[in-house]
């Protein structure tokens, strides 16, 4: 029975390894960072180490992401990830061993986190630059990545319930525990696969060379360096309304936990909707030219809601700022996946990742600090509107950027060739 085309990348066997043993291990994790939130802020009582275990965790995609991608690019994708799961999966049996054992301190949790993190900078493009193996070339990846994105934003819907629930019933240990049997799946699915052996390229420069040239080939093209910097500035100036929510959820709709969870889960709700509106597609051609009205959609839904104190107008604009949020992503990473040379994938992904998670901590830090002095909602309607300008700049530039990659599109078959005669 033929597939739907939104779901065509599930033809490829070891795609769908992948998608569920991937599903399972990410919905672990979540649940394993709900229960270190839970335990951090119960054995010290300090929004400051909530907020220091984040920045631990999302801090190395912003340093190292791009000198693993060096790593990556020299290495066979299916073994990085065998290692970079097999140690997440000692870092969560630690964990695990530590509070069981009652020996765990919060500090353990934060330096957990660093651990976890750094295992992160290295897993994340290894995974990016592995979906093009998994589905057998170009064709399907836009589809892949799509799915794939879904499927990350997904469980942190259905994680964070399952480690709420598991938490309350059954102790905060196996918030942990689980995790680490999750793990099995992943590393079971990469056992399961059947891939043809990859002939890696000989490297004829350094380490600074081939990093230099991952920058070179992302930024040295207009059309590139335009999505990754709008990326960059959407992820800086919107993504940290995430850690604003709890005050927002308190003190602007006069609300508990549970109107924290539903303010939450509308960024998350819309963040999968435009996941599968992308799955949908069957080419990348418009989604450079889609970049701007995504990334201002996200920038004036949140400068609108910082403004609201009604929930019920609030959810709907959280919803179109996570949909923005994530489209400006997802059809930043398709376009360079997409387009990129088998020899660069992983640097390039490095530099994706980068731009995108590894400025939301500083982002968040910059938003907690304009916080205390402007006000949370104030400090979100600027971020928002910094982002519109950064929308508007890059549309600016948009007859120039589908003039320089209109070539390109036509040597890799996405647009016809030129008219000749």
């Known amino acids: 029975m033929a597939l739907p085309q939104s779901l065509r990348a599930f033809q490829h066997r070891n795609y769908r390894l992948y998608f569920f043993g991937q599903g399972t291990s990410q919905i672990g994790t979540w649940m394993q960072l709900i229960a270190t939130s839970w335990l951090i802020y119960r054995l010290s009582g300090s929004a400051f180490l909530l907020g220091l275990a984040a920045f631990a965790l999302q801090i190395s995609f912003l340093v190292l992401a791009p000198v693993a991608g060096v790593l990556v690019d020299r290495m066979v994708k299916r073994r990085v990830l065998y290692a970079t799961q097999g140690t997440a999966l000692v870092q969560s049996l630690v964990m695990f061993t530590l509070v069981v054992s009652g020996r765990i301190e919060a500090w353990h949790l934060v330096a957990g986190n660093l ?149 939450i889960g509308a960024g998350g709700f819309g963040a999968v909707s435009g996941m599968i509106y992308l799955a949908t597609l069957n080419s990348i051609r418009g989604l450079l030219r889609r970049l701007p009205l995504a990334a201002g959609t996200a920038g004036l839904a949140l400068t609108a809601f910082s403004f609201t104190h009604e929930l019920r107008f609030a959810l709907p604009l959280i919803f179109l700022t996570g949909m923005g949020i994530m489209l400006t992503a997802a059809s930043t990473n398709t376009v360079l996946q997409t387009i990129v040379e088998d020899r660069l994938r992983a640097r390039v992904a490095a530099l994706y990742i980068m731009a995108f998670l590894g400025m939301s901590p500083l982002g968040a830090l910059l938003a907690g600090t304009l916080s205390h002095y402007i006000s949370p909602p104030l400090t979100l309607a600027l971020g928002g509107l910094c982002a519109v300008a950064a929308a508007a700049t890059y549309a600016s530039k948009l007859p120039a950027i589908r003039r320089e990659i209109r070539p390109l599109y036509q040597r890799l078959g996405i647009l016809p060739p030129p008219e000749t005669g």
């Open 115 to 263: 651990v976890l993190g750094i295992v992160n900078a290295f897993d994340s493009p290894a995974r990016q630059s592995f979906l093009v193996e998994l589905v057998g070339g170009r064709e399907d990846l836009p589809n892949a990545i799509a799915l794939s994105s879904g499927l990350m934003n997904g469980a942190r819907f259905v994680g964070p319930t399952i480690g709420g629930a598991v938490i309350a019933t059954a102790g905060v240990a196996w918030g942990f525990g689980l995790n680490s049997v999750s793990y099995l799946a992943v590393l079971g699915a990469l056992a399961a696969m059947r891939t043809s052996r990859r002939t890696l390229e000989p490297r004829a420069g350094g380490w600074a060379g081939e990093l230099l040239a991952g920058f070179r080939y992302a930024y040295g093209f207009l059309p590139t360096r335009s999505a990754l910097l709008l990326l960059a500035a959407v992820s800086f100036f919107v993504q940290p309304y995430q850690s604003l929510m709890p005050w927002f959820a308190k003190e602007a709709f006069h609300g508990t936990s549970a109107t924290l969870g539903m303010l």
